[in-house]
């Protein structure tokens, strides 16, 4: 699977941004779809994640009630709607697909995307 995400930008506190995810290459529908971020010198960590068939959705308790994690299957596209942003928003988001692994858990991932950047000014 090949993963390009998009839609990240500068944005002042209190924005939104939508980010977009398109995959290629496999049938997208067989993937669970995660998003992770990693803030400059610091870790990877979790964002949201969402099963094969979008009925489920997961969260990190950082972004939760700001963020929403949706999929489109029919245009292989997943989406995080980022809402309220702050300044500790700020990181590379980057999407990835998992057929067997654990939504939550990056090392469980199959493929990743390179990554589009989210300034969140104060």
């Known amino acids: 699977v090949q993963l390009q995400a998009c839609g990240g930008g500068l944005v002042h506190a209190g924005g939104s941004l939508r980010l977009s995810c398109a995959a290629s290459g496999r049938t997208f529908n067989n993937y669970g779809m995660a998003w992770f971020r990693q803030a400059p010198g610091k870790e990877r960590e979790f964002v949201a994640a969402?099963?094969?068939?979008?009925?489920?959705?997961y969260y990190a308790d950082s972004v939760k009630g700001r963020f929403t994690i949706s999929r489109d299957n029919a245009k292989n596209t997943v989406y995080l709607q980022m809402n309220s942003l702050k300044p500790e928003d700020t990181a590379v988001y980057l999407c990835?697909?998992?057929?067997?692994?654990?939504?939550?858990?990056?090392?469980?991932?199959?493929?990743w995307g390179k990554g589009t950047e989210v300034t969140v000014s104060s």
């Open positions: 969402t099963t094969r068939s979008g009925d489920s959705t």
């Open positions: 990835a697909a998992t057929r067997y692994g654990s939504l939550r858990n990056g090392d469980g991932m199959d493929y």
